[in-house]
């Protein structure tokens, strides 16, 4: 422990021998004297003493702060300074350079051997220390890199993934089609038939249609991912009121009071937030048909956590739908409806949930008993 | 071979789409002529011909292609890429016929200069209604004039 080597930096040979010799009866060997900060930097680079005991008033350019801060900063000697000047001004400025002990001169030899035996210790701790941060940011460098390896991975996989279901699907289709079409051909010979075989063609048709119809939903849904995305400042209630005209157009004979609040601007791709709205409306009208008039509100409100989102919503007076199933609402080609009673495929709230997670945003659902239904949805606030 | 040009030449591989094809012009009760070649080598051949027969390729040009895209051999986007660098096909009115609605093929359709992208319907119903939309469109009137 007392093997430690020590620097003495001390411009006044006089007190620097006395220094030494007081070191040396204390079994501390020192590598040298500088007089001056430059020299006293020369010893600290050739020798590596384990601490470097300074006078703070030296010759040359260079003071003892100076110098303190060079050899802590370039070689990590930690530095006492011994100095007559116990002003504030010089204790302010000395404390810049990190010292690890300040002795007013003059001091005790015990004085003295206990500061470098404090000083010996605690900066062995401190290695320690800066060694362990130093690891803990090499793994962390290291966990960042392996995520963010494994998330590529992931991410090649699903797209791996993905595509097979989008080759299986549109290979399906000519298949489909053949099908289709010669069950098609055959309604033509029903009466060659047996009379209990005679709806099977057309059985076997409705079901290739709907097939059909499943593999182009299938297919979109899949075409989100690979979408390009190119957000702006939209008018989301001009986008509602188009989207709504022409999905009402579309069913004349229904009566459908329309509601429209002032919204505020969103941040989101045109092109995929009209498919958002179509399929959302397109299933409200859908889930209101039976209503006379459908009355359908659009408004919105500030977001409680997240300060720059919005929360819009979509109210109906339609037939709503059972809480305990609401987690199953949004999954692909489930309906929570017998299939003949809606037509469809139960894709529409699947696409909603994948285009508004594209652009950064959330939709869920809420059904009062007997009230219709409150679809919810987030999108970023236009900056 | 019968060398006269067709109205229609569909270029498919699908031994079922050939088939249910000709079925929806028999139902249209079409008079259309239609020729029928198996993938893009044979369109190609038939279309330019080789060099030593060039004399006759004009007369046998069809007033419409139906092209598939996914087929053996030449894809319907390297036949449709050959007919336009080539004089003598360069204005030849082509439409894609794909089971493909990707929005990638049809901008590469166009890009390459295809005259119409027409996705095959999944009825029979819609296949007989679209033929007699083709021969509307491009045999009714004298297109090439």
């Given at each position: 422990m007392k093997s430690a080597t020590l620097l003495i930096v001390e411009d006044q040979a006089v007190i620097a021998a006395d220094l030494e010799e007081r070191l040396l009866r204390n079994g501390y060997r020192v590598c040298g004297i500088a007089a001056s900060g430059e020299e006293a930097v020369c010893l600290a680079r050739e020798h590596?003493?384990?601490?470097a005991l300074m006078d703070i008033r030296l010759q040359g350019e260079m003071d003892g702060i100076a110098t303190a801060k060079v050899l802590r900063r370039e070689l990590d000697i930690p530095v006492i300074f011994l100095s007559s000047h116990s002003d504030n001004a010089t204790l302010q400025r000395a404390k810049a350079a990190a010292p690890y002990g300040f002795l007013v001169k003059p001091f005790e030899e015990r004085e003295l051997q206990l500061n470098i035996e404090v000083t010996l210790h605690k900066h062995k701790g401190d290695r320690q220390l800066a060694a362990a941060h130093h690891e803990i940011c090499r793994l962390n460098a290291n966990l960042e890199q392996g995520v963010q390896e494994r998330t590529a991975e992931l991410e090649a996989a699903l797209a791996e993934i993905e595509g097979v279901v989008h080759a299986v699907a549109h290979h399906l289709r000519s298949p489909l089609r053949a099908m289709e079409g010669y069950s098609h051909l055959l309604m033509t010979h029903t009466?060659?038939?047996?009379d209990s075989a005679s709806r099977f063609p057309e059985a076997i048709s409705s079901n290739a249609r709907r097939m059909a119809c499943l593999v182009d939903d299938l297919l979109a849904f899949l075409n989100i991912r690979k979408q390009p995305l190119y957000p702006t400042r939209v008018n989301i209630a001009d986008e509602v009121r188009a989207v709504l005209r022409e999905l009402v157009a579309a069913e004349p004979g229904r009566v459908v009071e329309i509601h429209i609040d002032e919204l505020p601007m969103c941040q989101a791709d045109p092109t995929l937030l009209r498919c958002f709205l179509i399929e959302l409306l397109s299933n409200t009208l859908k889930f209101t048909r039976?209503?006379?008039?459908a009355i359908i509100t659009v408004s919105f409100r500030p977001h409680a956590e997240q300060r720059n989102h919005h929360v819009y919503f979509v109210r109906d007076n339609?037939?709503?739908?059972d809480a305990r199933y609401?987690?199953?609402?949004?999954?692909?080609?489930?309906?929570?409806?017998?299939?003949?009673?809606?037509?469809?495929?139960?894709a529409g709230l699947a696409m909603a949930l994948r285009i508004v997670e594209r652009m950064g945003g959330r939709i869920w659902a809420e059904s009062p008993p007997e009230r219709g239904a409150i679809f919810f949805f987030t999108l970023p606030i236009s900056p | 071979m019968n060398m006269s040009a067709p109205d229609i030449l569909l270029v498919e591989d699908s031994q079922s789409d050939i088939e249910l094809f000709m079925f929806a012009h028999q139902r249209n009760k079409s008079t259309a002529v239609i020729r029928i070649v198996r993938d893009g080598v044979e369109a190609l051949d038939l279309l330019?011909?080789?060099?030593?027969?060039?004399?006759?390729v004009l007369a046998i040009l069809p007033r419409l292609v139906l092209l598939?895209?996914?087929?053996?051999?030449?894809?319907g986007f390297d036949v449709l890429e050959r007919l336009r660098t080539d004089e003598r096909t360069r204005r030849l009115p082509i439409v894609i016929f794909s089971s493909s609605d990707q929005s990638a093929d049809k901008l590469e359709a166009h890009r390459l200069g295809a005259n119409d992208y027409v996705r095959k319907p999944a009825q029979f119903k819609d296949l007989c209604a679209i033929l007699a939309q083709f021969e509307h469109d491009w045999l009714s009137v004298d297109v090439a004039s």
């Open positions: 590596r003493p384990g601490l009466s060659a038939l047996p039976e209503r006379v008039p339609g037939i709503g739908f609401a987690d199953k609402l949004f999954k692909l080609f489930s309906q929570l409806n017998r299939p003949e009673a809606y037509e469809g495929t139960g | 330019l011909g080789n060099e030593n027969r060039t004399e006759d598939d895209l996914n087929m053996p051999r030449l894809t």
